[in-house]
């Protein structure tokens, strides 16, 4: 890359809050053929040149492990050039110097770093020579009008203050990590309008924009200079119907602009905000809701799954699902995107990594995230609960670690592509090495730290935790979760290393002995629902049958609600079909109290929230403190309406031969999922008639096809049977 040759300029007052602008102007004697522009810079960056944006790439660089790897954008600004030329790069804190949340008491070295950019441009002229302009003492550099920047702060923005450019400074930043663009960029994806504008019974304006999302607010005012317009951000109203922002935390989450004179229309550039309310604190007179819109930002991928039904409830949930996805995959994939988190949780990450394949093409996402994740490792195998690391983190235990093995396995589930098995193995083998290293027991995986079954229901009602952080743990036994997992783990680099041709044989000792000591040691204490399904799941049970029954009664038994957190739910209504359980799966899915999925959409949710009773049927909240409106983990059930009632499975990787075995309900009159796989479109329907359930199937590949037990092969091709209601 040209760009190694360029040198890094940084802003000259490192203490100041305000964004630096970096400018370089130039002219072109003879007409220009191409030009190219390599950039990037230690935040994130907008370049504009004459005037006009650079790409469409919100937020670049993006985030990586930034120590070892930092994005350059490349970027054709042919068409952008003129005889006389000026190009800007304003460069703002962004992921880089913002990443801990004040609520950790840390703070990364790379806070401390002043605002840097790095670029290169190169002009190739008709004539065929070359010119190639390299950051350098050549560039000035000025305070821009944003004042204020911040991933979990917003912006601030003077329209009214004159930018005063002097020359920039060189500085000796590394340059080794610097890297081609990997990741889909994160692009404006849509816009949204107020639903609608009232006043809250404290008196608070408040734009109603019917749909919780992330991305940012954008405005066009006519105004007087130093007139402001000051607005923030809320996903909930509290129950008497007033603005709520105590969920944020101390994300203040809000936007501050003074207005130049005349007309004029301004954006964020530099960080997002999750909301469905703005409340207009301060404005111009005269300013009205229409003069605002919502900009939806997420990274570029490609719709492949789409789920309906007749129940509009069931709608709203996939509805919810799928806008959590767009909501959370932004440049990482975050645990929210409001508060001071939007980190990119490992747990969550796997827990909602196969509904994330099946509802969109994520092959390139987590191909950039998954290699920040080998990059973020620890050389004794440990595996971050956050990628990219933060130092004030840890190990991610049991569940958050493991993605490291679970995911790679999900992506070549579902697109066949076996380089994700072959990019990942040796970090696989590395943290399955790591875990004897800590274990206090051989051949399981005990008395180590774990978030256990995160935000668990199943504590007995005279428990009494010894802090918050064990409450939310749950009740399941760390180290019956924790050497679950390591199975799973084991068995993954198994499969994953036949297919890549390794010798297994020492995975397989190991995983046999695990298993063995897993049965010996916990067989007899599969307690929670939790416990029950990760045995069910991992293979674990000495009589699987046996063990799902007790489960199905368990819950039935507790008011036929589930108690599992982020571990034990994404399996949950899959060992329960798995073995004869789908009438009582269903009702879990259909559930419409607390805990419940159509709960949170009877209380007008439109994404999924982390906590079940979020808001309670009082109107109350949950807490302030953990308290997201957008977090994916269970919508990671898309994935059992896909797969199992819709009955979608993969027969080969990649969905290269298919099994569809639809599990229809009664309760629901009809269902229909499509799925765009590698391999093509698969379409699985059923809809109860008069006489039976009519399926309607298609299937781009061989495929089998399971109605009510009944299996038949078929070639590719659509299908529409008609099996006649037994009961
Ligand atoms: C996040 C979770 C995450 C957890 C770790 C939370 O703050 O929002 O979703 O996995 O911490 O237990």
Same mark, same amino acid.
């Given at each position: 890359?040209?760009i ?20 370089r102007?130039?002219?072109?004697a003879?007409?220009?053929?191409n030009?190219?522009l390599e950039v990037?810079?230690d ?11 650079v790409g ?8 990586t492990e930034?120590?070892?790897r930092?994005?350059v ?5 042919t068409?952008?050039?003129q005889e006389?030329?000026t190009?800007?790069?304003t ?12 609520w950790t ?9 002043p ?5 290169a441009?190169r002009?190739?002229?008709a004539?065929?020579r070359?010119e190639?302009?390299l950051t ?8 821009s009008?944003?004042?204020?920047s911040?991933?979990?702060i ?19 930043y590394?340059k080794?990590?610097?890297?081609p663009?990997?990741g889909p ?22 734009i109603?924009?019917?749909?919780n ?5 954008a ?8 007139e402001?317009l000051s607005?923030?951000?809320?996903e909930?109203l509290?129950?008497d119907?007033?603005f709520y922002?105590?969920n944020?935390?101390?994300?203040r989450?809000q ?6 004179d005349?007309?004029?229309a301004?954006?964020?550039?530099f ?9 207009i604190d301060?404005a111009?007179?005269g300013?009205t ?10 990274s570029e ?6 789920l309906?039904?007749?129940?509009p ?6 509805s ?7 909501g ?6 975050t645990d929210?995107?409001?508060?001071d988190?939007?980190?990119?949780w ?24 998954l ?12 595996v971050p609960d956050v990628?990219?690391?933060l130092?004030?983190?840890? #190990? ?10 679970i995911?790679p ?7 066949g ?13 590395k943290w399955?090495?790591?875990i004897?290293t ?5 051949d ?10 995160w935000?668990?229901l ?5 428990w009494v935790?010894?802090d ?7 009740y ?6 924790c050497?679950?997992?390591y199975?799973?783990?084991v068995?993954?680099v ?6 890549l ?8 000792d190991?995983?046999?002995?695990i298993?063995?000591?897993f ?9 929670t629902q939790t416990e029950k399904v990760l ?8 009589? #699987? ?9 368990q ?6 609600h589930?108690?599992?957190?982020l571990?034990?739910?994404p399996?949950?209504l899959h060992?329960?079909?798995r ?6 799966a ?7 109290e607390y #805990?419940?999925?159509?709960?949170s ?6 994404t ?15 807490s ?10 269970y919508?990671?059930?898309?994935d059992?309406?896909f ?5 979608i499975q993969p027969a080969?990787?990649?969905?290269a031969?298919a099994?569809?075995a639809?599990?229809p309900?009664?309760r629901?009159?009809g269902l229909s ?22 399926y309607?199937?298609?299937v781009?590949?061989a495929a089998?096809i399971?109605?009510n037990?009944?299996?038949r092969k078929v ?8 099996v #006649?209601?037994?009961?």
């Amino acid at each position: 890359m040209l760009i190694q040759n360029a040198s890094w300029i940084e802003k000259k007052n490192a203490e100041s809050t305000v964004v630096p602008v970096f400018r370089r102007t130039f002219s072109c004697a003879s007409p220009v053929r191409n030009a190219c522009l390599e950039v990037t810079c230690d935040g994130v960056y907008e370049a504009v040149l004459n005037d006009r944006r650079v790409g469409r790439f919100i937020l670049a660089p993006g985030w990586t492990e930034y120590r070892k790897r930092l994005q350059v954008q490349s970027y054709d600004v042919t068409e952008l050039l003129q005889e006389d030329n000026t190009l800007d790069i304003t460069v703002a804190n962004g992921w880089y110097r913002r990443t801990n949340a004040p609520w950790t008491g840390t703070r990364n070295p790379d806070e401390f770093l002043p605002a840097m950019a790095i670029a290169a441009l190169r002009l190739s002229y008709a004539d065929g020579r070359e010119e190639v302009i390299l950051t350098d003492e050549r560039w000035q550099v000025s305070e821009s009008n944003v004042t204020l920047s911040g991933i979990f702060i917003g912006e601030d923005a003077d329209m009214t203050r004159s930018l005063d450019f002097e020359p920039a400074k060189t500085c000796d930043y590394p340059k080794a990590m610097l890297i081609p663009q990997e990741g889909p960029e994160v692009h404006e994806q849509e816009t949204v309008y107020p639903g609608r504008s009232f006043h809250t019974p404290k008196g608070e304006w408040v734009i109603d924009f019917g749909q919780n999302l992330t991305g940012y607010m954008a405005f066009e005012l006519t105004a007087r200079a130093g007139e402001r317009l000051s607005i923030s951000t809320a996903e909930v109203l509290d129950r008497d119907g007033n603005f709520y922002t105590a969920n944020y935390r101390s994300a203040r989450s809000q936007l501050h602009y003074i207005c130049k004179d005349g007309h004029q229309a301004y954006r964020p550039r530099f960080t997002f905000f999750g909301f469905r309310y703005l409340r207009i604190d301060e404005a111009p007179e005269g300013f009205t809701a229409d003069q605002i819109h919502a900009v939806v930002l997420h990274s570029e991928m490609t719709r492949t799954g789409w789920l309906e039904s007749t129940d509009p409830m069931l709608n709203q949930l996939f509805s919810n699902t799928i806008w959590s996805q767009k909501g959370n995959y932004l440049d990482i994939p975050t645990d929210c995107p409001q508060r001071d988190e939007r980190y990119g949780w490992t747990g969550d990450g796997q827990i909602f990594c196969r509904a994330a394949t099946y509802q969109y093409d994520v092959r390139q996402f987590f191909r950039k995230w998954l290699a920040d994740m080998r990059a973020a490792q620890h050389d004794n195998g440990w595996v971050p609960d956050v990628v990219p690391s933060l130092t004030a983190y840890k #190990p991610g235990g049991a569940g958050w670690s493991d993605s490291v093995t679970i995911i790679p396995w999900q992506l070549y589930e579902t697109y066949g592509d076996i380089s994700f098995l072959a990019d990942m193995y040796p970090a696989m083998e590395k943290w399955i090495a790591y875990i004897p290293t800590v274990s206090t027991t051989p051949d399981l995986w005990t008395g180590c730290w774990t978030y256990g079954d995160w935000l668990a229901l199943d504590q007995p009602d005279d428990w009494v935790p010894a802090d918050m952080e064990q409450a939310k743990r749950g009740y399941s036994d760390d180290d019956l979760v924790c050497s679950a997992f390591y199975a799973n783990s084991v068995s993954i680099v198994i499969r994953a290393g036949e297919i890549l041709g390794r010798d297994v044989s020492r995975y397989e000792d190991l995983y046999s002995r695990i298993t063995a000591k897993f049965k010996a040691t916990f067989g007899g204490k599969l307690n929670t629902q939790t416990e029950k399904v990760l045995a069910l799941h991992f293979g674990l049970a000495d009589d #699987p049958q046996a063990l799902a029954d007790v489960l199905a009664e368990q819950i039935v038994a507790c008011g036929t609600h589930l108690q599992t957190g982020l571990l034990g739910t994404p399996y949950l209504l899959h060992e329960l079909s798995r073995y004869g359980h789908a009438n009582l799966a269903w009702s879990l899915l259909l559930r419409k109290e607390y #805990p419940g999925w159509l709960y949170s959409v009877s209380r007008s949710a439109t994404t999924t929230w982390e906590h079940w009773d979020g808001i309670k049927p009082d109107g109350t909240f949950w807490s302030d403190d953990m308290n997201s409106y957008n977090h994916y983990a269970y919508a990671s059930v898309a994935d059992w309406v896909f797969g199992v009632a819709c009955g979608i499975q993969p027969a080969a990787p990649g969905f290269a031969r298919a099994v569809i075995a639809p599990k229809p309900d009664a309760r629901l009159n009809g269902l229909s999922a499509i799925l765009d796989t590698v391999h093509g479109r698969i379409r699985s329907a059923w809809k109860h008639m008069a006489d039976g359930i009519r399926y309607e199937i298609d299937v781009p590949v061989a495929a089998e096809i399971i109605l009510n037990g009944e299996s038949r092969k078929v070639s590719p091709g659509k299908y529409v049977i008609l099996v #006649p209601d037994e009961s």
